[in-house]
């Protein structure tokens, strides 16, 4: 089963002062002040909210793998990510990135994941990676979590030179108004990312290799020597 290394990791943050109570507010939350990638930062996904759901602060993992030596649709694919928190417990999605150029982050990925590629930004342009991960049940904490991607991911690891995957939690997958909660809370999930300097815990992408398709010969022909069957059967029509 051949790992691949992250060509990117990174954290995007982006915050709003907006109601994100709302659909709305969700959905234009990474406009209004910008974005900040950032190298080291160990935390996945963030939500905030204060006592009046004012404030709302994002932040999504955006991960990026060289696929360009696979040419078939592996038979599986795995997205091996090392968790420190997960506190309080709530749910993940991997969804396909699209970022403005491959191997970096620049501000205009603040949303690339509904980014069809032109630059024309819509909630139905956004395409799940995987099924839900509910870290109540399926995640544990120092050690690796293990995510598997569906065939839409495994077909785009064959097509593409590269694959981007962004993990993020549902607020932003599900466009959701977070909860009112009568007071301050943060949600976060603590991934480490490759330039943890332990080394073991970077973030890993496993693919099975496709099996080769069988070949069936529609003719023997022996040129010289001999032909022997040990046992069974030998049928020619």
């Not at 051949?2 to 990117?8: E, G, N, R």
């Not at 603590?190 to 330039?195: D, G, R, T, V």
């Not at 300097?197 to 099996?211: F, I, K, N």
């Not at 003719?219 to 020619?236: F, Y």
Request: contains cysteine; hydrophobic residues 40%; aromatic residues 6%.
């Amino acid at each position: 089963m051949p790992d691949l290394a992250p060509t990117i990791d990174k954290k995007i943050t982006t915050a709003v002062v907006t109601n994100v109570s709302t659909t709305a507010g969700i959905e234009v939350a990474t406009e209004a002040s910008g974005i900040s990638a950032v190298d080291t930062g160990t935390e996945t996904t963030m939500t905030c909210v204060n006592s009046s759901n004012f404030i709302g602060q994002f932040a999504v993992v955006a991960l990026e793998f060289d696929t360009s030596d696979i040419s078939s649709v592996p038979a599986t694919a795995t997205l091996k990510l090392f968790s420190s928190t997960a506190s309080p417990e709530y749910d993940l999605y991997l969804v396909k990135g699209n970022f403005a150029t491959d191997g970096a982050i620049v501000a205009a990925d603040a949303r690339n994941w509904v980014n069809d590629g032109s630059g024309n930004y819509d909630i139905s342009n956004k395409v799940t990676y995987s099924s839900k991960i509910d870290t109540s049940e399926v995640w544990s904490n120092s050690e690796y979590n293990e995510i598997s991607l569906n065939a839409t991911a495994r077909t785009d690891m064959a097509n593409d030179d590269v694959i981007q995957i962004v993990v993020m939690d549902h607020f932003r997958h599900d466009v959701v108004g977070m909860p009112s909660t009568g007071g301050s809370v943060t949600y976060q999930t603590k991934i480490y990312m490759s330039e943890d300097t332990d080394g073991g815990r970077d973030p890993v992408l496993s693919y099975t290799e496709a099996a080769a398709a069988a070949i069936t010969p529609s003719r023997l022909t022996l040129s010289s020597g001999k032909l022997k069957v040990l046992g069974g059967k030998l049928l020619i029509k």
